[in-house]
């Protein structure tokens, strides 16, 4: 079904003239009075929004994704924000940080292709506000995958950031579509707008997904920065139509009986005096925050990443992940073993605030790092493979692309030569190797060894992954020779015959002030 609407810049009227009565409402829903905007200086009531034809839907089970533009989710707890609160503290709260450029700038249209896709902006390709690149057609919205799933899925979606329309960041195969133009007519104005037939939608209508996007807070964010009083009152405005959009889905007739999921997230962050774009650690804050059956209470990840959304919802639509995307589970961990590690706070590093975690030389059980012919000296943090975090490993030193790996999650494992070689050592080169537990193969003609990487070569730096069997000579798998940027890698490992177990390792050498590897998650199958 292709039945969505373009509305058109919406009409203004005075406020000597009596507010025009809602418009094309089958249902003739009593419309709260819209917020008044400012026009020429005179103040004028923007008409309600009429309300779309949004087909029946087939589910009982629903979703509901809400979306926050520039919402920086440290600076909810500060806010009179009841709404946000309960949703954290009723659901799953990952935070994480974006990417920064060359890959993307952390902006809106690179930040809501990400949600919408689940992919990262290498395969989605929109890297900035011109949307040049994307990839829609290949990587669609999580609505327009629902409807080729199954088109019979009743899917909405309203918003005020009109290119997320226009450039199909939410696609045309949606079954309803609403879309004002903040940009042109005020953001609070048009967020009320997108509230009240949102409301009446979800209260009154039978989506089965939605989504519902709300831009006053970057307003905000650029007009007096996140560290404003004007920011957290944005917050509270964006917390107080969330709560009427989860009171009209409680309200719903059948409401005893569905199942609903509701998923918020924000496509950046923003500095304290407004802005972003850049590479701050402010301007790179994201969250994925999932509340719902299966979804536990008060949990607070710290591998769920802005590229989770699309897995949200469908799992909370009990379908299974589509596959092809970045994105995984927010109810599930992968049970990755570095999850695990105990981070500590700074050692030689001068930049990171003190009270960031951090990195560990402990791997943990049943894996080692083997630093046995490194130097004495240097930055003791990177002294050897060390295990790490995307907010502590970046702020170690900014736009050197260490922002970019982002098919990482949580903690994950760093040989960082270049760090490292940043105080004075002992002569000699980097040269540590990360040795994995011994995986079973008794019986198997091959492996697949999968695991995330992000390696940046310069200079003489090697970087091996190698396989031993029942503890003899190293097999060499995979020989890096030149950058490879936030990659899956899949390599096939033929087993000998009789063999029984397998180590793999990790080898990073002859480095000083080169780049770095990173390596995360692997998976022996
Ligand atoms: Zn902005």
Redesign the pocket.
């Known amino acids: 079904m292709q039945r969505w609407r373009i509305l058109p810049a919406l009409v203004a009227a005075a406020v000597s003239v009596p507010a025009p009565a809602a418009v094309a409402d089958p249902v003739a829903d009593p419309a709260p009075a819209p917020e008044g905007k400012v026009l020429n200086g005179v103040t004028t009531l923007a008409a309600p929004v009429p309300v779309p034809d949004v087909p029946n839907g087939i589910s009982a089970d629903k979703v509901l994704v809400i979306g926050l533009?520039?919402l920086r989710h440290d600076r909810i707890a500060p806010a009179d924000a009841p709404n946000l609160d309960a949703l954290i503290s009723g659901g799953t709260f990952g935070t994480s940080l974006l990417y920064t450029s060359p890959m993307a700038a952390t902006?809106?249209g690179p930040g809501w292709s990400t949600i919408a896709t689940s992919v990262w902006p290498d395969l989605h390709g929109v890297k900035d506000n011109t949307f040049a690149g994307k990839h829609y057609d290949q990587y669609p919205d999580f609505l327009t995958r629902l409807e080729n799933t199954n088109a019979a899925y009743s899917t909405y979606a309203a918003l005020d950031w009109k290119p997320l329309a226009d450039q199909g960041t939410f696609g045309p195969r949606i079954d309803a579509r609403v879309a004002l133009d903040g940009d042109a007519d005020g953001y609070p104005a048009e967020d009320e707008r997108v509230t009240q037939v949102s409301e009446t939608v979800l209260r009154t209508r039978n989506p089965d997904a939605s989504f519902v996007y709300l831009g006053a807070i970057?307003i905000a964010?650029?007009g007096s920065g996140a560290g404003s009083a004007a920011y957290l009152t944005a917050i509270h405005d964006a917390d107080a139509r969330i709560g009427r959009l989860l009171a009209a889905v409680r309200a719903r007739p059948s409401y005893a009986s569905e199942r609903w999921t509701v998923v918020v997230a924000t496509d950046h962050g923003h500095t304290d005096a407004g802005g972003?774009g850049g590479s701050s650690i402010e301007e790179r804050r994201t969250f994925v925050l999932a509340s719902g059956p299966g979804i536990a209470a008060g949990a607070r990840p710290a591998d769920t990443r802005l590229v989770d959304v699309t897995a949200a919802v469908f799992t909370g639509l009990r379908l299974a992940v589509p596959g092809g995307i970045d994105g995984r589970r927010v109810d599930t961990r992968t049970g990755d073993p570095f999850e695990g590690v105990t981070l500590s706070g700074r050692t030689d590093e001068t930049g990171i605030p003190a009270g960031v975690l951090g990195y560990s030389h402990t791997p943990p059980s049943g894996w080692s790092a083997d630093a046995s012919r490194m130097p004495s000296g240097g930055v003791q943090e990177w002294r050897g493979w060390a295990f790490t975090t995307d907010e502590f490993w970046s702020r170690a030193a900014r736009d050197q692309q260490r922002e970019l790996n982002v098919r990482s999650r949580g903690i994950f494992a760093v040989a960082d030569s270049d760090e490292w070689d940043d105080k004075s050592h002992e002569t000699g080169t980097f040269d540590s190797t990360l040795v994995s537990p011994a995986y079973t193969v008794t019986g198997r003609a091959s492996v697949t060894l999968a695991y995330a990487t992000h390696y940046r070569v310069d200079g003489a730096q090697k970087a091996q992954v190698l396989v031993s069997f029942d503890g003899g000579a190293d097999t060499l798998v995979k020989n890096y020779t030149a950058d490879a940027i936030a990659r899956n890698e899949s390599l096939r490992v033929t087993v000998p015959a009789g063999a029984t177990s397998m180590r793999v390792k990790f080898h990073y050498f002859d480095a000083t002030n080169n780049w770095y590897w990173a390596v995360d998650d692997l998976r022996v199958s």
């Open positions: 533009d520039g902006s809106s970057d964010g650029h972003h």
